[in-house]
């Protein structure tokens, strides 16, 4: 049934309202991370920050479950929401409780016998760290345990659009995450031993939370072991397999990659893909609440059987979410070096070429992340699955051969790029097959709009950067210019005439709000 003007109008606001929680736990996650990361990277060095790092990667191989199962379990509750079948969110929820648990104790008996193996034989950890890093690689794999049977709950706040309360949780986590921070800092010992093992105690507070969250508000969510549907199960596991390969294939692309560096070029350069990620994954965060408040919506049109309108807002999400990546992307890249120097003092090597890259990297994926969630809410995703899969598969081996060849560390970064932009043409034909999907609507109405913008955002600020001598005081001028240049540009290039009039509309009745109460 085709959404009502009253409808649109209500999803409207309700997306605003939930994207304007999600910013304000992204401004202070951001904050608060920024700061963590760089007392982290002095309290722990350069040395055991990249070790970390490794060790990160190793479980982050595994943690894509918790994200493929949670994206499905989404999936399958937003969906039944929007059917309107109350007993089939309960079965759903309980079904999805159990799987998790059981993927947990599996994926835990895969990571001591591999995880242990590569990390002891195969990683080129520095002397002396061995002990500390298998330290950190068990307290990753219980926390990463917990995080597999706490995604439902997770899932069910999304579903149920409950972003303030989502905000709110988050803020907690980073609060927890700064008195850590405090503590290694005063602490005399291993620091490296004591981090890890307080991060799993936070992951632990974290889960009861939603847990206990979820219990009073959601019916849903009372989850009794004895409910267990095998057929829901199949569906949603076969669902899962398939999302799996696409996923799996994807963060082997990125922590795989994340291992080469370490092989070929040390911790170090680990060090510098690090820091790189940390300011990306701050601004990656911010792009990330306008996809989060979109997607339940998305999903629920199509359960409804308006394919056209949900086709409209995920065409309209990925054009809002490039103009918004290049609010981030044009003083970053302009002033990268003087940017981690006021973060960190201490700038691992390469760091600022990293960062670089590692925005448009992110560009890459988000310019048709969106595409891909249309196709995970049609639901038919095993055709897709193999060929996005394997064609993000070849990341790893093409950078392998790149590596060996003698290319230099950050080439990565360009066949990551280069990869992640070609798959949507993998996803325009599956779109055309799966549903009335216009790839020409699609390139006039996000694609177009959004180069546009690419071209004339760095204009005048390229301008200014060179005109002014290098230091704090151009940081500033470029920084500012930069951000108010691509808004404008966003604002007439990258937006319709009537989504120009609405902003305009809103920006004069909120002056005259300011001016009334004064």
Same mark, same amino acid.
Not at 349 to 363: H, V
């Given at each position: 049934m085709p959404a009502t003007p009253t409808d649109i109008s209500a999803n409207n606001r309700r997306i605003a309202k939930n994207t304007l929680a999600l910013y304000f736990r992204t401004f202070i996650t951001l904050i608060v991370g920024l700061y963590t990361g760089r007392v982290m990277l002095q309290a722990l060095g350069i040395e055991d920050y990249g070790v970390q790092n490794v060790v990160g990667s190793i479980v982050a191989m595994s943690s894509l479950l918790i994200g493929t199962m949670s994206g499905a379990i989404s999936r399958y509750l937003t969906y039944n929401l929007g059917k309107g079948d109350k007993q089939v969110l309960k079965t759903t929820f309980s079904t999805s409780v159990n799987a998790q648990i059981a993927v947990a104790f599996f994926i835990s008996i895969v990571l001591e016998i591999a995880g242990v193996?590569?990390?002891?034989?195969? *990683? +080129? =950890?520095? &002397?002396? @760290?061995? $002990?500390?890093? +298998?330290?950190?690689? &068990?307290?990753?794999i219980l926390g990463l345990a917990i995080s597999l049977i706490t995604s439902p709950y997770t899932a069910a706040i999304i579903a149920h659009e409950k972003m303030t309360a989502y905000a709110y949780f988050s803020i907690i986590d980073v609060v927890f995450k700064l008195a850590i921070c405090f503590v290694i800092i005063e602490y005399d010992g291993d620091r490296l031993i004591l981090l890890s093992t307080l991060q799993v $105690?936070?992951?632990?507070? %974290?889960?009861?939370?939603?847990?206990?969250?979820c219990y009073r508000k959601f019916d849903e969510t009372h989850y009794s072991y #004895? =409910?267990?549907? #095998?057929?829901?199960?199949? /569906? =949603?596991?076969?669902?899962?397999?398939?999302n799996l390969l696409n996923n799996g294939a994807s963060v082997f692309s990125t922590q795989g990659v994340n291992m080469l560096v370490n092989v070929f070029f040390g911790v170090t350069y680990n060090a510098s893909r690090s820091i790189a990620s940390t300011v990306n994954g701050a601004v990656q965060g911010f792009v990330q609440n306008f996809t989060t408040a979109f997607m339940p919506q998305v999903i #629920?049109?199509? *359960?409804?059987?308006? %394919?056209?309108?949900?086709v409209k807002l995920v065409n309209n999400s990925i054009r809002f979410t490039w103009l918004m990546m290049y609010v981030f992307i044009v003083p970053i890249c302009m002033e990268a070096e003087m940017l981690l120097y006021l973060w960190l003092g201490q700038?691992?090597?390469? *760091?600022?070429?990293?960062? @670089?890259?590692?925005?448009? /990297?992110?560009?890459?994926?988000?310019?048709?992340?969106?595409l891909m969630r249309l196709i995970q809410a049609d639901g038919r995703m095993k055709r897709y699955s193999i060929q996005a899969g394997l064609f993000v598969g070849l990341i790893f081996p093409i950078t392998w051969l790149a590596y060996y060849c003698g290319a230099p560390v950050w080439s990565a970064y360009a066949i990551y790029i280069f990869m992640f932009f070609s798959l949507n043409i993998v996803r325009f034909i599956n779109l055309k097959r799966l549903m009335p999907f216009s790839v020409i609507e699609h390139v006039k109405e996000s694609i177009a709009p959004c180069l546009l913008v690419s071209v004339t955002s760095f204009i005048v600020p390229i301008i200014v950067y060179v005109n002014m001598d290098?230091? =704090?005081? @151009?940081?500033?001028?470029v920084v500012m210019t930069s951000i108010m240049w691509t808004l404008i540009c966003s604002l007439y290039f990258g937006l319709t005439k009537s989504e120009r009039g609405v902003f305009f509309d809103k920006a #004069?009745?909120?002056?005259?709000?300011? %001016? *009334? @109460?004064?």
């Open positions: 193996w590569f990390l002891n034989s195969g *990683a +080129n =950890i520095p &002397q002396g @760290r061995m $002990v500390a890093a +298998n330290w950190v690689l &068990q307290m990753s $105690v936070v992951v632990l507070v %974290i889960a009861m939370c939603y847990g206990v969250y #004895k =409910i267990f549907d #095998k057929g829901l199960l199949k /569906e =949603i596991t076969v669902y899962s397999g398939w #629920k049109s199509y *359960a409804a059987g308006d %394919i056209g309108y949900s700038v691992p090597p390469m *760091a600022a070429l990293f960062l @670089r890259f590692a925005m448009f /990297e992110s560009l890459a994926s988000a310019s048709g992340h969106n290098a230091g =704090i005081a @151009r940081f500033f001028v #004069k009745y909120f002056s005259l709000s300011l %001016i *009334a @109460r004064h």
